[in-house]
């Protein structure tokens, strides 16, 4: 796989690009849905809830993780999952901009 060059973009580029990766996958737009509707849920009560293996889960929730999106607090022997409220409304808004930018088509195609 070639470089991306990520470097090349701005910061604000870069950051919404994770945002677009992590909703990228079904599964963890509906992991974002559950979350959104709870205060917090353990990767158990997920797996409760989705029709995918706990192993599955908790690579949804990394990636959800490593773009900001959802933070986890070891409780005990298990983690508790929560949507990360600051990341969640910058991502709103930084996407809301980029939908906002659109200024209509020019008939080029």
Same mark, same amino acid.
């Given at each position: ?7 090349e973009f701005s910061t ?7 945002? !677009?990766? !992590?909703?990228?996958? +079904? ?19 997920? &797996?409760?809830?989705? +029709?995918?293996s706990q192993s599955t889960?908790?690579?949804? %929730? ?6 900001? %999106? &959802? ?5 005990g022997a298990k983690v ?12 709103? &808004? ?16």
């Amino acid at each position: 796989m070639g470089a991306t060059k990520s470097y090349e973009f701005s910061t604000k580029e870069n950051r919404l690009a994770k945002y !677009a990766k !992590a909703l990228g996958h +079904p599964a963890r737009v509906a992991i974002l849905k559950l979350l959104a509707t709870k205060e917090n849920c353990q990767c158990g009560d997920i &797996v409760e809830e989705l +029709p995918l293996s706990q192993s599955t889960i908790s690579q949804h %929730l990394k990636e959800l993780k490593d773009a900001g %999106l &959802v933070k986890g607090a070891i409780d005990g022997a298990k983690v508790c999952y929560c949507i990360n409220e600051k990341e969640w409304k910058a991502a709103q &808004v930084w996407i809301n901009q980029l939908f906002d930018s659109y200024k209509g088509c020019n008939e080029c195609c």
